[in-house]
Every structure is written in structure tokens, then in C-alpha cells.
């Protein structure tokens, strides 16, 4: 059973500090989500990228985020510095796209506390 | 871009009875819309999507309907069972230059009781 992996877990930082989260894409998923959940805003999508390359990351604030595909297999998402702000569940998605729509399959989330 | 509304944003039923979930969207190009399911501190999981060329689809005790021309569609979920109590989120793909992103609602709290 294939799925989407992401480390770490739950990670508490001091604001400032500068926060790496990492997601693994199911084996052969060509594309890459990353979404933040709170409860004010929900779910909201913060980049995407397809065969690697970064096609939307217009949610994501640019002075402080950065999305990054070093690999197929490796997905980045770094927070620096951070702020008490960006507290939320970061979760990662991937899905194969053939066509122009197609399932998203999410990864377990990293629970990011900033103080 | 895309705007999704979903309502309503609890609900409580007995184990048993019937519950809808009912969403609408913006964009009048959008084509796929999927439900998840998210117990608490898990996940959002895939538990059924439609696409605009057919009205209605059915899996087990869950079903989708799909109206285009009102740019709304529907979660219907028959026999609920105490394990259904989740948030559910629906979402509508919204997109341009050959691919799609997501759009999600808010989400539902539905809670049942046995």
C-alpha cells in the first residue's frame, strides 16, 4: 500500500528559527502538492509542482517560504525565519497526472508550532 | 479563481439516519470534484470524486450528485455508522494551461451518534 510519506512529524520551534519539512511522492506520482490546514483558513495550497519543476506557488508567501524539488523522490518545504504565524499542519500531496485531473493523495502532515 | 463553498460546516445525526453535505463552486470550467475524509490528527483521504460528464456516482454507503448547471454537488452518506464521524472537505479542480489544482471547501464536522 502505497503512500506519502513526511518528516518531520511534529517539529516546535522558536520564531526565527529555520524550519526544513520533507515529503516523500508515492513511487511514479509525477506531481507534488504542498497545503497548509489551520482551522480559520482550512486547506490552503501553498506550491505545486509537475515532473519536478514548479508550476504554482502563488499561495506561498515568497519573502519567507521556499518549495523545492531536489529529486523525484524528495520534496522540500522551508520556512525561514519563522513566525508564530505560519503554526499549522503542512501536508504534502502527490498524484500521477494523464490527464488534466486526477487523485491527490495526501501524506500523514508535519504539525509545525512556532513560539 | 476558483471559490468553494461547502455548508454545513457541523452536523450531528444518529447512527442510522442519512446525511448531505452540499458544496458549491465558481468556475464554470471546473471538472472534477473529489471528498475526503479527515479523522482527527490523520490525514485527508480520498473517499470518492466525480467528473463533470456523468450526474451521479455510488460507492457502497457514499454517493456524489453533480449539477453543473447550478455549479453545485452533494455528499450523501446512507446507514451512517459511528466510524463515519470525520471532517469532510469537498474540493473542485480549478486550472488553466493544461493542469489543475484544487480549490477546497472548508470543511463538515459530522458527527454520529449511536
Known amino acids: 500500500d502505497a503512500r506519502v510519506t513526511q518528516t518531520p512529524r511534529h517539529k516546535v520551534t522558536e520564531m526565527g528559527q529555520e524550519v526544513t519539512m520533507r515529503c516523500q511522492p508515492i513511487?511514479?506520482?509525477?506531481?507534488v502538492f504542498w497545503y497548509r490546514q489551520t482551522m480559520m483558513q482550512g486547506l490552503e495550497l501553498l506550491a505545486y509542482f509537475r515532473n519536478r519543476a514548479p508550476l504554482d506557488d502563488s499561495g506561498m508567501p515568497k519573502d519567507r517560504f521556499s518549495a523545492e524539488m531536489p529529486d523525484a523522490t524528495l520534496a522540500t518545504l522551508k520556512i525561514q525565519p519563522s513566525e508564530p504565524r505560519d503554526s499549522a499542519v503542512y501536508f504534502c500531496?502527490?498524484?500521477?497526472?494523464?490527464?488534466?485531473?486526477?487523485?491527490?493523495?495526501f501524506g500523514p502532515g508535519t504539525r509545525l508550532t512556532v513560539t | 479563481g476558483e471559490n468553494v463553498e461547502q455548508h454545513p460546516s457541523t452536523l450531528s445525526v444518529q447512527e442510522g439516519d442519512s446525511a448531505v453535505i452540499k458544496c458549491t463552486y465558481s468556475?464554470?470550467?471546473?471538472?472534477?470534484f473529489p471528498w475526503y475524509k479527515q479523522e482527527l490528527g490523520k490525514r485527508p483521504q480520498l473517499i470518492i470524486d466525480?467528473?463533470?460528464?456523468?450526474g451521479e456516482k455510488k460507492d457502497q454507503r457514499i454517493a456524489v450528485t453533480l449539477n453543473k448547471t447550478a455549479k453545485h454537488f452533494s455528499l450523501h452518506i446512507t446507514e451512517t455508522q459511528p466510524e463515519d464521524s470525520a471532517v469532510y472537505f469537498c474540493?473542485?479542480?480549478?486550472?488553466?494551461?493544461?493542469?489543475?489544482?484544487?480549490?477546497f471547501g472548508k470543511g463538515t464536522m459530522l458527527l454520529v451518534s449511536p
Open positions: 468556475d464554470s470550467a471546473s471538472n472534477y
Open positions: 474540493a473542485a479542480s480549478s486550472g488553466n494551461s493544461g493542469y489543475s489544482t484544487l480549490t
Open positions: 466525480i467528473r463533470s460528464n456523468v
Open positions: 513511487l511514479g506520482h509525477n506531481t
Open positions: 500531496a502527490s498524484g500521477l497526472a494523464r490527464t488534466e485531473t486526477y487523485e491527490q493523495y
